[in-house]
């Protein structure tokens, strides 16, 4: 149970400001014939969308802080974003799951004020994809 929690928190953190990297530590637990994959990745994509969900919010609420040195993106990093999400509207949020960028898409979605019933589905749709196909990629890896 502790194992579906540290995958949960440690999705959860790098989605947001932290410079962590889920993938290893899920694959890490995959590994392991006790846990279920299932579970792993369940926890994985609720702790990722969590966390994009912190980003939108912080686009949200706190943008008027964006010249602080602890704001989590950058100017230029947000700047990116918002043209990109400009550009191709809510369906980017499908992207969240990139690193750096994938951030400021959140937070500029948060920024324009994106409703929560677009955010969410679109995010966890991108978010459990991408941790879906890691854990088949690591699946077809050990099996050939």
Same mark, same amino acid.
């Given at each position: 149970?502790?194992?579906?929690?540290?995958?949960?928190?440690?999705?959860?953190?790098? $989605?947001?400001? &932290? @410079?962590?990297?889920? /993938?290893?530590?899920?694959?890490?637990?995959? %590994?392991? $014939?006790?846990?279920?994959?299932?579970?792993?990745?369940?926890?994985?994509?609720?702790? %990722?969308?969590?966390? +994009?969900?912190? %980003?939108?919010?912080?686009? *949200?609420?706190?943008? !008027?802080? /964006?010249?602080?040195?602890?704001? @989590?993106?950058?100017?230029?990093? *947000?700047?990116? $974003? /918002?043209?990109?999400? %400009?550009?191709? +509207?809510?369906?980017?949020?499908?992207?969240?799951?990139? @690193?750096?960028?994938?951030?400021?898409?959140? =937070?500029?979605?948060?920024?324009? !004020?994106? @409703?929560? !019933?677009?955010?969410?589905? &679109?995010? =966890?749709?991108?978010?459990?994809? *991408?941790?879906?196909?890691?854990?088949? +990629?690591?699946?077809?890896?050990?099996?050939?």
């Amino acid at each position: 149970m502790l194992d579906y929690f540290l995958v949960l928190m440690v999705s959860f953190l790098s $989605a947001t400001i &932290l @410079p962590l990297g889920s /993938e290893g530590l899920l694959l890490y637990y995959a %590994n392991d $014939a006790l846990l279920s994959v299932f579970f792993l990745w369940f926890w994985a994509s609720l702790g %990722n969308t969590l966390g +994009g969900v912190t %980003n939108w919010w912080l686009g *949200r609420y706190l943008v !008027r802080y /964006e010249h602080k040195k602890w704001f @989590p993106v950058s100017a230029n990093a *947000r700047q990116k $974003a /918002e043209r990109f999400f %400009n550009r191709y +509207g809510v369906w980017s949020l499908l992207f969240t799951w990139l @690193p750096v960028v994938g951030d400021g898409i959140a =937070l500029v979605s948060g920024v324009l !004020r994106t @409703p929560l !019933r677009y955010f969410l589905p &679109l995010v =966890l749709v991108g978010k459990a994809a *991408r941790y879906a196909l890691i854990l088949w +990629g690591q699946h077809l890896f050990l099996t050939t």
